[in-house]
Nanobody, 122 residues
Framework: QVQLAESGGASVEAGGSLRLSCVISGSGRNRLCLGWFRQVPGKEREGVAATYNNAPSTYYADSVKGRFTISQDRSKNTLYLQMDDLKPEDTAMYYC???????????????WGQGTQVTVSS
């Protein structure tokens, strides 16, 4: 079983930056893929960025391409989401997730953290 714990959410002004962190523990098949999702009340959770645990491939939602960067520090078992040029529409609860087998398929994620709130004001 994989456990995930996010941190780093905050309130920022439009155009600002934030870096979210997710500490990952546990092992198993469903640690192959690591990703970030977000959800606004009343809307479905959407995939934002994803990567393989042991490969460099990355995937991004069109809405964040060029502004968000997913990365990881394997020595610290930590996944990051660097968010630049933030916009009010990026306001959401952000979740770290893991799954398998294909990381670019958002429906493959089965383990979730508790979420961290990001609020962007105009």
């Amino acid at each position: 079983q994989v456990q995930l714990a996010e941190s780093g959410g905050a309130s920022v002004e439009a155009g600002g930056s934030l870096r979210l962190s997710c500490v990952i523990s546990g092992s198993g098949r469903n640690r192959l893929c690591l990703g970030w999702f977000r959800q606004v009340p009343g809307k479905e959770r959407e995939g934002v960025a994803a990567t393989y645990n042991n490969a460099p491939s990355t995937y991004y939602a069109d809405s964040v391409k060029g502004r968000f960067t997913i990365s990881q520090d394997r020595s610290k078992n930590t996944l990051y989401l660097q968010m630049d040029d933030l916009k009010p529409e990026d306001t959401a609860m952000y979740y770290c997730a893991s799954g398998a087998p294909t990381c670019g398929t958002w429906s493959n994620y089965v383990n979730w953290g508790q979420g961290t709130q990001v609020t962007v004001s105009s």
